[in-house]
């Protein structure tokens, strides 16, 4: 039943997926293939599951590779083509991809699903507003992947509601080792103890001991200055403090900004993509001549400052730490994503600013940009600064915290929670 299940899920709602992934072309399309050959490989997992016995960890581990590197395909293909006009369509399946995961997710993967799921139509979100005008085909495009991880959820809760199930026959390895020495011994026989002789009043003897007052203390043995850490230094010498020790194979999670620095710094451009990476303390970056369908891509810089002189497609600073970027004029959008303390001014006109996983945004707003969209996803400390006409700036708070009502019958109601302290 699991296996027919996962089948049917492969040739409904992944193939509407994959059929306009290919009507779409290009990147998606090339993407669509990477996806297609994910759930393949999940595919012959749970086969694998419904014929073996639970494997050990270490074995479970190397069955889930092909899964797992088709995952890391579809998310390094996305990192590549960020310059691609489809870069949110990339997104939204490089974000939500990994709820393949769900087999290695115990005791409720099908939440775990649905977390990905969301993690998603941040990208999903835009698509439609870019292309719902210009191309339906976008629209059914994001509801067909919307939907596949909405079936894939259904799916895991009813046939692998605690886990993923594996029968219990065969091996997926080598044959398990027979019990030892067969059924289990029972556990030890409790003493026999005679309770008869206790009874409540001998807790009388605790408060007496407790009223004997001072005389309590007569007992205790004396401190002796030999005894004292303070005079006898040797006293103070003992094992040392233990330190636990992460366990093998298992890494820290990257920080936004975060990242060695030990690669050489880039300034490049590629065709239409300008590569600034791995710059630190440089505030002399300069991109000019660049052309109006360029994109300035910043990526893992510290304490630098960027300056983009002309009109191009759009910025993106990536994993960036404590970086400013001064632009004249934008196609499109700025992005900032997976960073810290941050900011940006624009001299003459931006559509978009889009803030992703940033802690610390400053965005510093001209006259001519005052109609500009924000739109920001699981960031903080965000502030808009508008210009006044002494040349000042005022400053207004994007609001991190919202607050979500049941409007009956239309269902939900979200307005932000405005901080007053």
Request: charged share 20%; glycine share 6%; net charge neutral.
């Amino acid at each position: 039943m699991s296996v027919n299940g996962y089948q049917d899920l492969v040739q409904g709602p992944l193939r509407a997926y994959l059929q306009l992934s290919q009507q779409i072309g290009g990147d998606v399309a090339t993407q669509a293939n990477l996806v297609n050959a994910a759930f393949q490989a999940q595919s012959r997992y749970i086969q694998l599951a419904a014929t073996k016995a639970k494997p050990s960890q270490a074995e479970e581990m190397q069955l889930l590779t092909p899964t797992s590197e088709q995952i890391s395909a579809i998310q390094q293909y996305r990192e590549k083509n960020r310059a691609s006009q489809f870069f949110n369509h990339l997104s939204a399946i490089s974000e939500s991809i990994p709820a393949l995961g769900w087999v290695a997710v115990a005791p409720a993967p099908a939440p775990y699903v649905k977390e990905m799921n969301d993690a998603g139509q941040f990208y999903t979100n835009r698509v439609l507003k870019d292309w719902k005008e210009k191309d339906k085909t976008h629209v059914e495009w994001c509801r067909a992947w919307v939907q596949l991880l909405s079936d894939l959820q259904a799916y895991v809760k009813q046939f692998h509601t605690t886990g993923l199930v594996w029968s219990g026959k065969g091996s997926a390895g080598a044959p398990p080792p027979p019990p030892p020495g067969g059924l289990p011994p029972p556990p030890p026989v409790l003493p026999d103890v005679d309770f008869s002789n206790l009874s409540l009043d001998d807790r009388s003897a605790l408060f007496a001991e407790i009223n004997r007052g001072e005389a309590i203390t007569s007992s205790l043995r004396k401190v002796t200055p030999d005894m004292q850490t303070h005079k006898n230094p040797t006293l103070r010498q003992g094992p040392a403090p233990f330190k636990a020790t992460s366990a093998a194979g298992h890494k820290p999670l990257p920080q936004p900004g975060a990242g060695q620095l030990d690669k050489p710094p880039v300034f490049t451009r590629d065709g239409k993509k300008w590569l600034i990476e791995y710059q630190k303390g440089n505030s002399n970056l300069v991109v000019e001549n660049a052309d109006m369908n360029n994109v300035v891509y910043m990526f893992r810089c510290r304490d630098s400052a960027l300056t983009v002189r002309g009109k191009v497609n759009g910025v993106v600073l990536d994993s960036c730490t404590k970086c400013a970027v001064v632009f004249d004029n934008l196609v499109s959008s700025i992005e900032f994503v997976n960073c810290q303390s941050v900011q940006m001014q624009v001299l003459g006109k931006v559509p978009t600013v889009s803030i992703d996983k940033t802690d610390g945004c400053q965005i510093y707003l001209s006259p001519e940009s005052l109609d500009v969209e924000i739109v920001s996803s699981k960031s903080s400390e965000m502030n808009v600064l508008i210009p006044k006409a002494n040349g000042d700036y005022t400053e207004h708070a994007i609001p991190e915290q919202f607050k979500t009502v049941l409007n009956k019958p239309a269902g939900l109601t979200t307005t932000p929670v405005e901080n007053k302290g």
